[in-house]
């Protein structure tokens, strides 16, 4: 038991407080409201949230955003001893970003279960016969990160019904969360 690495899970809660952080600049600039941050030796490298529609492109989800500068933070592509928070469980175009640049843990706040790929509709993460697999946490802070995707797209919903003169559907595109 001594060979185990200690898990701080005050640490935990403070980092995705941060990637809580970046989730509302997100939903500030009307992007789903996920934010992430990687930490290195107790340090944040890099901190990113969605910008798909600020950068019209659909690669810009806050953990490709957040590895990106990271790797130019550490000068290197791998990141093995790295942890990545994120409010939101990773889609498989992120978990395989993850996978590929060997980040040893990830900790997510509210799982996806239809596209999450770190365990809820698929494990990417550690996937058997990929030449990597990450530590997985889930369900730190995983209300709050919930409750602003939720408010978020009732939001969304409600604008949308508005501009159609309409009430908003009860229905919600999240309702796997």
Known sequence: MADEPIIDLQSDHYFMGEALRQAVRAYEAEEVPVGAVIVRDG????????QVELLKDATAHAEMLALTQAEGAVGDWRLTDCTLYITKEPCPMCAGAIVHCRIARVVF???????????????????????HQCDITHGVREQECKMLLKSFFLEQRTKKSESKGQSPELETPEAGL
Request: hydrophobic letters at 50%; glycine letters at 12%; proline letters at 3%.
């Open 109 to 131: 706040g509210v799982g996806d279960s239809k596209a999450g790929a770190a365990g809820s509709a698929m494990n990417l993460l550690q996937f058997p016969t990929l030449n």
């Open 43 to 50: 340090r944040i490298i890099a901190r990113a949230f969605n």
